[in-house]
């Protein structure tokens, strides 16, 4: 069961806008980070049940923090979100683990389907 929700996104309007997508937010305890790095601090400290990224961020980006949270924990759930979803980087996330990638804004039909399928694979 998904508790513990870490959204890592380098712009706070971002961040809120897939909140809002969550519906039952009382249920979930959530973690926020602006950049890559800030977010897998918090990951290993915090330990969230899924992770929604953003691929391009400044600092260290998606791609690179992704690699590096399933390097420290290689069952960690991160999705991955983007507004420029290309092949290439689509193929770069899959390979590197994550769960999905869903096309920036999100919408609540595709937040929670990324809820669903990370409760599905935390069993």
Known sequence: ?????LIVD????????????ITRVEQYEFLE???????????KKERP???FMDINMPKVGGIECLEA?????????????????NPESLRIVTDLGALSVINKPPTKESVQQAISKADDAKK
């Open 49 to 51: 049940d899924l992770t």
């Open 10 to 21: 380098d712009t706070p309007v971002s961040r809120r806008i897939l909140k809002s997508c």
């Open 69 to 85: 949270i399933r390097k420290f924990d290689p069952h960690a759930v991160v999705v991955m979100c983007s507004s420029e979803i």
């Open 33 to 43: 980070a602006g950049d890559g790095l800030e977010g897998f601090e918090i990951f």
């Open 1 to 5: 069961m998904i508790k513990k929700i």
